[in-house]
């Protein structure tokens, strides 16, 4: 029972052990299967589909399933919400080339590696526009989601995966990988049964400390002190940066370094990591996500101001009114509101929005006050930035960002990158 996701379905899992996927490449080659060499951003949903982060989808969707999920935010079955549409592309010209066909049976490679069989069930084109309007709710290229939609080559192809060859994650991320059985192994062990996913692609300040607390206060109502707790799942998004966003390493390590110093009492509180390109699609993306921790065991989800919105695209708050329309029972997990916390010169402390009489005077924590302070280096009140966690802003900075915290050109071509697929024997 515990291993049931999204959509009341049993987590996916499809991956070969090693002796019998060693077998398969060798036959597949041997019958001189079609090959191809896939980029990240595939490589990257490969893997989230074969461990089931993605469940109850079990391949690339076909065009069936990507015109429901824009038309009706489900899966073609009509019931299954989901979001966002998780596509293989191909240009014509490469598509030609290999010969690739319905019903074939193609040796994915990443890095020139085996790494996957892609079973071919679906061969298609969509109309990128209504795609990017549905999705994005706007068809504007600046719209990083709606970049991505753009760029994407114009054949797409549905079908099952299988994964022949696990990714070697590479520090500082490998503990923080957790698939979807592996965390919930990890719940047990802790012994949490209500467990509160926060999403997150930043360092944490201590507005972000604060919708933590609030949620998990909110969440348990009251405490009674013997009784066993739940915990704070922090789940960053590791994936596409952009540059300016923060660099990959700081935010894992600064997350963990609330729990690491005390912030949150360490039984209750875990870092991890999931690989995702972020789509900033607001209220479509606040879906998927909580899709995506319905897979990883969480039973409830944390939804901000502008959760994964971008620019002025959606309303701050397009991204909690959503789960009001969708189906009773359709989501497998409860979702929690926050407004804003900010830090208030009157109340001398950081406030909450539903609580301080002081609007007029409050501090945000924007974005524009947050980057100047850590590009200033100089260590702000502890009210702002735990010590500890800008103390680690620095030395990630030094350590993976080539000296910046955020990312640069020069980060995202020296990288070291999240994970690898090595050769297969
Ligand atoms: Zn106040």
Known sequence: MENIGHGGKEIVERILPKDAAIKRVNEM????????????????????????????LEGFMTKADVDAVCDNMTLADGK?????????????????????????????????????????????????QDMAQKVYGTTDEKHPGVKRTYQYQDKFIGGKITLLNPPKINEPFT???????????????????????????????????????????????????????????????????????????????CQEAQGKHGYFRDDIFLTTCSLWDMRYAGPREAVFHACLRTNLGCTHHM??????????????????????????????????????????????????????????KKASFSGTMIRSIIQDGVKPPRRIFRPEVFDMIMECAEKYGFGDAFV???????RNPVFTIEPLK
């Not at 595939?42 to 109850?56: C, H, K, L």
């Open 29 to 56: 080659r041997a019958a001189k299967a079609k090959e191809l060499d896939v980029r990240l951003q595939i490589a990257t949903e490969v893997i989230d589909i074969a461990y089931g982060f993605f469940s109850p």
């Open 80 to 128: 299954t919400v989901w979001a966002i549409p998780i596509v293989f592309d191909m240009s014509d010209e490469d598509l030609k080339k290999s010969g690739i066909k319905q019903n074939d049976e193609v040796l994915l490679t990443y890095t020139s590696n085996p790494f996957a069989v892609f079973e071919v069930s679906d061969i298609f084109t969509l109309d990128k």
């Open 175 to 253: 503990r923080f990988w957790l698939t979807p059985k592996q965390m919930r192994e990890r719940f047990k062990e802790k012994g949490w049964e209500m467990i509160i996913n926060h999403q997150t692609r930043n360092v944490p300040h201590t507005g972000h400390e604060w919708l933590m607390k609030g949620a998990y206060l909110g969440a348990y109502g009251s405490m009674m002190v013997d009784k066993p707790r739940g915990g704070i799942l922090v789940n960053a998004i590791i994936g596409s940066k952009r540059e300016g966003d923060y660099i990959d390493e700081a935010i894992i390590l």
């Open 303 to 360: 939804f901000g101001r502008d959760h994964a919105g971008v620019g002025s695209y959606y309303d701050p708050y397009d991204a909690h009114r959503i789960f009001d329309k969708l189906p009773k029972g359709s989501l497998n997990i409860t979702p929690i509101f926050n407004l804003d916390w900010w830090f208030c010169p009157v109340c001398d402390e950081v406030t909450y929005m539903g609580v301080c009489g002081h609007k007029d």
């Open 408 to 414: 640069t050109e020069d980060y995202l071509k020296r």
